[in-house]
C-alpha cells in the first residue's frame, strides 16, 4: 500500500507572498503605464562578471572536442573548483582540505537535503524571523520545531539559552530578512552551545561577501571548535550573480562526528548516491568567481549594492524610523511608520508611492509590524524608491 508523506498536509500555504503579487498585479491593471519601483526582491538585477561568461564560454568550447570533453562530473565536485573554494578559504586562515567542500547546485537544494543526515526524530531550532525555506523543510522531514525568541533591541538575533534544547540549529548570517550579522561573540557563544549540547548548527552564510567589516564574522569556522559541530552551506548565487546559473557550496569538516559517524563521509556517500554533480560548464563559470580579476569583478557588483543600501538607509534615516541591516548586507529591516502592520504599509507604500517591499510577517509572527527592503535594485530604481519612500515617511 502507498502513502503519502503526509507532513506536507502541515505546511503552511505562501498566501502572503501570493497575495502581494497579486495586489502588484492588480495595481498594474489598473494603473496603466505607470512604474513599480521594486525593492522587495531578493534576486540580483547585475548580469554575470565578463570574467565569468569567458570562462562559461570556454568550457562550452572545450565540451566541443574529444581530448577536453567532460562526461558526468565527480558527485562532490571537480577538484579545480574545490580546490578553488579552498584556497578562498586559506585567505582567511581557515585551513581546509579540498574534500571537506562540497560542490552544488545552489544553497537552497543543501539547506534541506542535509536533513537527509538526521533523524527525524531530531528536533530543529529556528530563529524568528527567518528565510521561509528552513521551516519549510523541517515540515516536510516531519521534524519538530521550536522557534527562537528574537528581540529588536538585539537586531533580532537570538541568543542560546540553557533550556533550548535541540539537535539541529539553523543560523543565517548576513540575516535573510533582517540584514543583521551576528557578533564574533554571539557566534562563539552559539558554537559553545551546541557542542555543549552534541547540536549540529547549520550556518547559512549565502550573504557573507557583502562584509566588509574585518571584525564581523564571514565564516563560522572563523570559531574556536566550529569544525566539530558546524555545516557552513554558501552560493555563488549573491556573491556573483549566479541565481540563475546554479552554483554553491557546502563546507562539512572531517572533525565533525556525532554517534561515531563522520558527517563528512556520510554526506560523500549521500551525493554519490542522490546527485551526479554540477555540469562542467558552471562549475568552471564557478572557478573563475575566485580567480583575482574574477574578484576584482563580483567586488564592483556588491558595491553597487550596497550603494543602494546605504541609499535606503538615508531615507529611513530622515523618518527616524528604527531599522536594522544593510551595513554588511543587502537587506534593510524597518519598523512600519504610524503603528501600521506589514501587509498595511505594503499597501500603503505601493499605493502612494509605487514602492514594493515585502511584508515582514512573510517571514514569521514575529516579524509583523517590520518591513523588508532589498537592495538588489538598479542604482535608478533604488535612488527613485528612495525619494518617493522619503516623502511618504514624511507625511
Ligand atoms: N539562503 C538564504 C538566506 C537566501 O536568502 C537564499 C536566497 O535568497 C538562499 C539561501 C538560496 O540561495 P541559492 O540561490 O543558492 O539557492
Known sequence: MLTMNMNYKNLKESY???????????????HPGEHIYRLGIGDVSLPLPCTVIKALHRAVDDQAFRESFHGYMPECGADFLRE?????????????????????????DELGDIQDLFDRSTAALL???????????????????????????RDFLPEPEGRLDAGLIYICSPNNPTGAVY???????W????????????????????????????????IEGARECAIEICSLSKTAGFTGTRLGYTIIPKALERNGMSLNAMWRRNRTTKTNGVSYIIQRGGEAVFSPEGQQEIRKNILVYKKNAREIMRAIDDSGLWYCGGDNSPYIWMECPFNMKSREFFDFLLNRAQVVGTPGVGFGAAGEGYFRLSAFGSPEDTREACSRLRSVLRT
Not at 16 to 30: C, D, M, N, S, W
Not at 87 to 101: A, C, H, K, T
Not at 130 to 153: F, I, N, S
Open 191 to 222: 558554537v559553545d552551545f551546541a557542542r555543549a549540547k552534541g547540536s549540529v548548527i547549520i550556518f547559512d552564510a549565502a550573504y557573507e561577501a557583502f562584509i566588509d567589516d574585518d571584525s564581523l564574522p564571514k565564516s563560522i569556522f572563523e
Open 84 to 108: 578553488a573554494v579552498r584556497r578562498y578559504y586559506g585567505e582567511r586562515g581557515i585551513e581546509l582540505s579540498s574534500d571537506e567542500v562540497f560542490i552544488s547546485s545552489g544553497a537552497s
Open 16 to 30: 502572503l507572498f501570493a497575495e502581494i503579487g497579486e495586489k502588484v498585479r492588480t495595481y498594474q491593471r489598473e
Open 183 to 189: 557578533g564574533r561573540e554571539l557566534l562563539r557563544d
Open 127 to 153: 530563529p524568528e524571523p527567518a528565510y521561509p525555506a528552513y521551516y519549510d523543510a523541517c515540515v516536510m522531514a516531519g521534524r519538530r520545531v521550536e522557534h527562537l525568541k528574537t528581540v529588536r533591541e
